[in-house]
């Protein structure tokens, strides 16, 4: 039997992790609110940088009233408040509240913890290799 082509395999595993990202598994799994969480991992992503409400349009792929709202609902649930810009009276900044940070870090060690399991039985180089490479292939997405 012939092997794959690598390309269609990583293609059909790309397709199976987008659809568990469209669905925010991890977060939802983990207790975090769904839309909110795109929310708390633009503004940690943006970090150091400030973000708006804009900067969480362009990074989650949405129009801006859609982010707004999602942004309205991050800081109603006290994950998020807004700041005003130290050097732009006109603009805002999102800052993670202490609450924020802590759904945050929930959910990255349910990701992790998660991760571990699916590789618990992989050896520690296959691990390394696997996480080289991944970082490779994604940074290569973006040429």
Do not use: C
Not at 102 to 124: G, I, K, P
């Amino acid at each position: 039997m012939d092997k794959p082509d690598p390309v269609a395999a990583v293609e059909s595993a790309m397709i199976a992790v987008r659809r568990r990202q469209t669905r925010r598994t991890f977060a939802v799994e983990s207790g975090g609110p769904d839309p909110v969480q795109e929310v708390l991992d633009a503004i940690e992503a943006a970090h150091p940088d400030n973000l708006g409400v804009n900067g969480v349009a362009a990074a989650l792929g949405v129009d801006q009233p859609r982010a707004s709202k999602l942004v309205a609902a991050a800081v109603s649930a006290g994950l998020v408040r807004r700041e005003a810009d130290q050097q732009d009276g006109r603009r805002t900044n999102l800052v993670l509240t202490g609450q924020g940070r802590e759904q945050l870090e929930t959910v990255h060690a349910y990701r992790r913890d998660r991760f571990a399991n699916a590789m618990e039985d992989w050896s520690a180089a296959e691990r390394e290799t696997f996480a080289d490479l991944l970082t490779r292939f994604v940074t290569g997405l973006d040429r």
